[in-house]
């Protein structure tokens, strides 16, 4: 499968997928024709590769986190650390989110309370 027709039918953007080319990680992916041809392999890695862009990773860390695993034997501990990492973050977020809402909540308390 082209990289358009990847791109359609499993709607992941061109550029992740001209990243992914980029990175030099396509290690089944074959050129035929001048054009590049995706195997299941490159769909299950370009699969973790959405995934990982879907919880927050950037371009830098997903290449970081996708060379660890392709690259590197024995590297499940680097991996999961950076998942830490992110977890963490979302969290962070998250109780930060909390906290606003719970002020916002309190906003809207008082001005309620003032029209009864």
Not at 24 to 29: Q, R, S
Not at 71 to 97: A, P, T, Y
Not at 103 to 109: V, W
Request: charged share 35%.
């Amino acid at each position: 499968m082209t990289i358009k027709e990847a791109s359609e039918r499993y709607h992941i953007p061109l550029d992740v997928l001209q990243a992914y080319e980029s990175w030099g990680l396509c290690g089944a992916v074959k050129k035929v024709m001048g054009a590049w041809q995706y195997d299941d392999t490159d769909l299950e890695r370009l699969s973790l590769i959405m995934t990982l862009h879907d919880i927050g990773f950037d371009h830098t860390e997903i290449e970081a986190y996708m060379r660890l695993l392709l690259e590197r034997e024995g590297s499940d501990d680097q991996r999961l650390r950076m998942l830490n990492e992110k977890r963490r973050s979302l969290l962070d977020d998250i109780h930060f989110r909390e906290k606003q809402l719970s002020q916002l909540d309190d906003l809207r308390y008082h001005i309620q309370k003032q029209q009864n």
